[in-house]
């Protein structure tokens, strides 16, 4: 089986100049040479910026309510906006997810969904114990 070169074209004219120096055919090598294109190394494509629209950031009220307002009948309040940002302060990710397996609720999430979960955790229990007439008080674990 014939062996397969890779050669440039240098290396090609380099071939037919030697092999015309010592008497050989060199009439392939000229079609092969005939049939080599030339091709210039690609510049890379330069990047197109892409024109981003600003829109406004979500608060983080916005944020909470979007993703874990249904856990709260009444809505999402300032009392329990600010409990889950205490929580968020006081408690790392892994001790809210800790907490959340304890409380037998799902430990995926940011830390403020997390907080709001284990709140609306709390908050069914309290109104459990005391039935849906009146709204229980916020605690703390």
Excluded at 86 to 96: G, I, P, Q, T, W
Excluded at 104 to 123: D, E, N, R, V
Aim: hydrophobic share 35%; net charge negative; charged share 35%.
């Amino acid at each position: 089986m014939p062996g397969i070169f890779k050669l440039s074209k240098k290396e090609l004219d380099e071939l037919i100049e030697s092999v015309e120096a010592e008497g050989g055919d060199t009439t392939e090598f000229k079609k092969l040479r005939a049939e080599f294109v030339e091709t210039q190394p690609q510049k890379p494509t330069r990047r197109r910026l892409i024109s981003v629209v600003p829109r406004e950031e979500e608060t983080t009220e916005e944020r909470l309510n979007r993703e874990a307002g249904d856990l709260f009948p009444s809505g999402f309040s300032a009392d329990i906006l600010a409990l889950c940002i205490e929580y968020d302060r006081k408690y790392s990710l892994k001790e809210l997810r800790t907490m959340c397996l304890e409380a037998g609720i799902s430990p995926s999430g940011h830390k403020k969904l997390l907080a709001a979960k284990l709140i609306a955790h709390q908050w069914d229990s309290e109104v459990g114990k005391k039935g849906r007439a009146e709204q229980p008080a916020l605690f703390e674990f």
